[in-house]
C-alpha cells in the first residue's frame, strides 16, 4: 500500500533551472496538496486540488505551478528556481467530509536544495 | 497575529507524565481540526482528528476543543520516550485550506 509517492526524494539545483516535482496517490482522494516546510515554520500551503480539474493558490504560492494531470497525480513545478525556495517539499492527499477536510495523508517528502 | 499559534517548546517532561500541548486559531469558522506528529527528518503522521466540542480519546491521547475560546489541546497520557516528536497542529478554515501552527516539540526523558 503506497499512499502518497513523492519523486524525487533528494535534488540539488542551481538557480534558475526549472524542475518538476511529482506526486502520486492511489487512495482515491479527491483533493491534493503542495506543502513548504522550512526549520521553525511549520507547513505553508503552496497550492491545493480541490478535485480534479480544478487548483487554488495556498499561502506562498509565488514562484510556483501546479497540474492535476488526473485523480491521481498533482505535479508542482519550479520555473526558474531561487534560494529562497531550498526547502523540504510535502505532497499530501485527503477526502472531504461533512466538516471540511478529512485527514491528509502525506508523501515523504522532496528535500530540494538550490545553490 | 499568526492564524495558528503553538509554542514552540521544546516541552520536557519525564517518562510516564502527562504531556499537555496547546494551539489557539483565529478563524471563528474554522470546523476540522487536527493533531499530526512529526519525528525529524519524517512526514507528518495523524494523530488525532476532532470536529466538535469536548473531548475526544483515543489509547494514550485525548484531544479537547473550544471553539468559544478558539483552542485545541492535546493530552498524552503515559508519556514514552518514543512520543519524543514535534507536534502540528492543524485547523481547516472552511474550504479545503489548512493552516498548520509551526509545532511544538515534545521530550520525554526517560
Redesign the interface.
Known sequence: NAGVTQTPKFQVLKTGQSMTLQCAQDMNHNSMYWYRQDPGMGLRLIYYSASEGTTDKGEVPNGYNVSRLNKREFSLRLESAAPSQTSVYFCASSERGAYGNQPQHFGDGTRLSIL | QKEVEQN?GPLSVPEGAIASLNCTYSDRGS??F?WYRQYSG?????IM?I?SNGDKEDGRFTAQLNKASQYVSLLIRDSQPSDSATY?C?V?T??????????TRLFVKA
Open positions: 514552540s470546523q476540522s487536527f519524517k512526514s507528518p503522521e495523524l482528528f470536529y502540528l492543524a481547516t472552511g474550504g479545503f485550506k489548512t493552516i498548520f501552527g509551526a509545532g
